[in-house]
């Protein structure tokens, strides 16, 4: 076999699109990565030779990548957090740490922490009944949100509550669940940043995310608010960062209210799809930058390349095959696709496409007339 | 295994640098790669799940990798081109076609196509004894350079050949030997071009390239020549393109005299060193294009994303270990690493680094510095 020496070995819990993408970056940098997939039908095992197959909630799985590797770190939230303090109480290395990785997977424990730091929040409550509903109801007012603890992502564990009835239909048994006040959005934004074992923090340009049935459709950069309110969400995310000492890239989920007010939505510890953009909007993407904090390296510039920047996400409808339509929808000058080498399924992401332009319009138009063209079948698409 | 449908399945005999690079263009288009490479050793290997493992001169090893692709391309020039002709009669699609291969393979054959062609090239002649090289020398004088027909990269192949003394201890016996003029160079540059199936056509910026021992060390874009000069070498570099019926990356070296003429060197017809600065240079990659024309696919726009791109070469030299020491070499900012995977070993092609800047000479500052921290004991770079 080979006699190179990589400059470093990550494993990554997860064999998805962002284990996929991370792999390409780390090629550059002559990491050996080695990912923790499935099966062969996972979107990164396809392109390493290294693929670790396994479970991501067995502890036995998550040990035998660990001990391979130099750094242990995370394409998704679903690994039980006690392994992960376990790996750590072991002495691997793990990054981001359990502890900050933990505000990703419990969404209550997230929205104490930041409630108890003083980071604007919505209103919340744990619920195990529907007494509990209507009392946070008094409080808040109907309709509300019903959210799962953990688990839940892609507008999967998600309900919208009109009333006293509604709350009456839930099945509360397992104390999963969150009752949360329907803020007045005005726009939903994401702000991604990343931070360095060292301490080092960089942040991408904010984007404007444009959600159908609660999946991330759009993102797109500038996001069209003002300086100063960019520059909270910047300053918002990167004091978070520092208070729960992440390491990676960390992605702030946050709504705007229509009085200009800030909310913290969700944490992701991870390269997030709000960051595909970077890839060939920024100068640094945000998987290469991930990649450099967990290894505690110096974190490349997140400077835009354009002065607009949009990525649509390719989600599967029926029973669509855009791969045979890759060649002609590759007509649209500048917009850049990326296939994640999955099985298509109504819902699931398949890939995505980014496009650089003057105008955030001309660069939303040019990924969504290339969206347009591998699924031909589905409805245009209407802002 | 996997139930996803790849958009296209391309074969490419070689496992090197340009097989790796391409596989990271390959992922986002949800194309299967099947590098042929020699050993898990090579560059390309341990980047993809589909390597077959065989020799680029064995027929039966090439016949296998096109039965089970789509089409066959190259990493390199070292396939034997008869074996190409027979797979091509066999009904394989090999893309360029085995005849315009040809010229990049065989030195006195493209001189010859060129001149006859009146594309502009140094004198040259075949020469298969001293008397030969005499004859020669009576028309173009001393000293005069000695070229290898075939097999000659990086300098090897070629000599300068001072006076009639040092034709007599030359051994001619195989027939491999062109003596050539030795041209007054004011500056070498390339053009790399791309021409897809269909005979669309787009060139790169003209880049200047650098050279030390016959390997090109650094380029720079733009290659600061007139604006009309540059003009002549990309309507030279596109006019051969369509003459040659080139499918796929070309890159065309010229040699630029004192006097401003313009004379090609070599041709390439595969993604080329002088062609690298495209990756994080400009909107499509030199990789990424060479598939879509290989597949007949529309070709993406060329445009440079910044005033100023350069690239510089890591080169081995003695045990320099550059992977130790990524990490450090990524302090420099928007300087963009690229390792290849191999051992190091003087002279062998470990990596290279790109940087875009407003100014030439900053984007090259930026490399050189990379690359003087990944290799510390080298002499630094005085150009």
């Known amino acids: 076999m080979s006699a190179w020496r990589p400059s470093a070995t990550v494993g990554v819990v997860g064999g998805g699109q962002l284990a996929r993408m991370t792999q390409q970056a780390a090629i550059d940098l002559g990491i050996e990565l080695r990912v923790l997939a499935r099966g062969g039908e996972d979107a990164a095992a396809s392109v390493s030779s290294l693929t670790t197959y396994g479970e991501p909630d067995s502890?036995?799985?998550?040990?035998?990548?660990?001990?391979?590797?130099?750094?242990?770190t995370f394409d998704h939230e679903l690994v039980p957090n006690r392994h992960l303090l376990q790996l750590e109480s072991e002495g691997h290395n793990l990054q981001?740490?359990?502890?900050?990785?933990?505000?990703?997977?419990?969404?209550?424990?997230?929205?104490?922490?930041?409630?108890?730091?003083?980071?604007?929040?919505?209103?919340?409550?744990?619920?195990?009944s529907p007494r509990d509903v209507e009392t946070f109801a008094e409080r808040c007012g109907w309709p509300l949100m019903l959210k799962r603890r953990s688990g839940g992502y892609d507008g999967r564990g998600v309900r919208v509550l009109a009333d006293p009835r509604a709350a009456d239909e839930v099945a509360y048994g397992d104390g999963q669940w969150i009752a949360e006040a329907l803020v007045p959005i005005e726009i939903e934004a994401s702000?991604?940043?990343?931070?360095?074992?060292?301490?080092?923090?960089?942040?991408?340009?904010?984007?404007?995310?444009?959600?159908?049935?609660?999946?991330?459709?759009?993102?797109?950069?500038?996001?069209?608010?003002?300086?100063e309110l960019a520059g909270r969400c910047r300053d918002?995310?990167?004091?978070?960062?520092?208070?729960?000492?992440?390491?990676?890239?960390?992605?702030?989920?946050?709504?705007?209210?229509?009085?200009?007010?800030?909310?913290?939505?969700?944490?992701?510890l991870r390269p997030h799809n709000t960051g595909h953009f970077t890839i060939e909007g920024c100068e640094t993407s945000q998987f290469e930058n991930h990649l450099r904090a967990v290894l505690g390296w110096p974190l490349g510039p997140t400077w835009p390349l354009a002065p607009a920047v949009a990525m649509r996400n390719l989600i599967g409808s029926g029973f669509n095959e855009p791969s045979e339509r890759v060649g002609a929808a590759l007509r649209v000058p500048g917009a850049h696709l990326h296939l994640y080498g999955k099985e298509p399924a109504p819902g699931r992401k398949l890939?995505?496409?980014?496009?650089?332009?003057?105008?955030?319009?001309?660069?939303?138009?040019?990924?969504?007339?290339?969206?347009?063209?591998?699924?031909?079948?589905?409805?245009?698409?209407?802002?």
Chains 1, 2 share one sequence.
């Not at 502890?59 to 242990?72: S, T, W």
């Not at 918002?236 to 705007?256: P, S, T």
Request: net charge negative; proline share 7%; hydrophobic share 45%.
């Open 236 to 268: 918002l995310a990167i004091e978070i960062a520092g208070r729960i000492e992440a390491v990676g890239v960390m992605a702030v989920e946050l709504f705007v209210t229509a009085r200009g007010e800030l909310l913290v939505n969700e944490l992701a």
């Open 96 to 128: 981001p740490r359990p502890r900050a990785k933990l505000l990703a997977q419990d969404k209550l424990h997230a929205r104490e922490f930041m409630r108890d730091s003083e980071f604007p929040v919505p209103e919340f409550a744990p619920v195990r």
């Open 351 to 383: 890939g995505h496409v980014t496009a650089l332009a003057e105008e955030a319009e001309e660069a939303l138009r040019k990924c969504r007339e290339t969206i347009e063209i591998l699924q031909p079948e589905e409805v245009p698409w209407a802002p």
């Open 59 to 72: 502890l036995n799985d998550l040990r035998r990548l660990a001990e391979a590797c130099d750094v242990l």
């Open 191 to 227: 702000q991604v940043v990343v931070r360095a074992r060292g301490g080092e923090v960089a942040a991408y340009p904010l984007v404007r995310t444009i959600q159908r049935d609660g999946i991330c459709v759009e993102t797109v950069a500038p996001a069209g608010v003002s300086p």
